[in-house]
Nanobody, 127 residues
Framework: QVQLVESGGGLVQAGGSLRLSCAASGRTFSNYHMGWFRQAPGKERDFVAAISWNGRITYYADSLKGRFTISRDNAKNTVYLQMNSLKPGDTAVYYC????????????????????WGQGTQVTVSS
């Protein structure tokens, strides 16, 4: 089992920044690819970004490239999501996810193909 705990969400004005963290415990963190998804009220859970187990490969949802950055620190068992130039449309619950194999691109990592999930952290962007 892998336990994932997100933090860093909150209320921010449009144009502001937030950094989300996801701390992992349980099995060896570096064995897993890590991802971030988000779910707005009444909508499906969508892919945001993913990072390979060694941090060398990253993928982003096309609409978020240039504003969001995913990174990880395997020594700290933590994955991060730096979010800049936030917009009201970024308001959602953000979830981190782990998977032990498979592709990392948006077309290959769906919510159903995640092995583990965190409980989510709310991000609200005011206009």
């Amino acid at each position: 089992q892998v336990q994932l705990v997100e933090s860093g969400g909150g209320l921010v004005q449009a144009g502001g920044s937030l950094r989300l963290s996801c701390a992992a415990s349980g099995r060896t963190f570096s064995n897993y690819h890590m991802g971030w998804f988000r779910q707005a009220p009444g909508k499906e859970r969508d892919f945001v970004a993913a990072i390979s187990w060694n941090g060398r490969i990253t993928y982003y949802a096309d609409s978020l490239k240039g504003r969001f950055t995913i990174s990880r620190d395997n020594a700290k068992n933590t994955v991060y999501l730096q979010m800049n130039s936030l917009k009201p449309g970024d308001t959602a619950v953000y979830y981190c996810a782990a998977r032990s194999g498979g592709g990392l691109s948006p077309g290959n990592w769906s919510p159903r193909s995640s092995d583990y999930w965190g409980q989510g952290t709310q991000v609200t962007v005011s206009s």
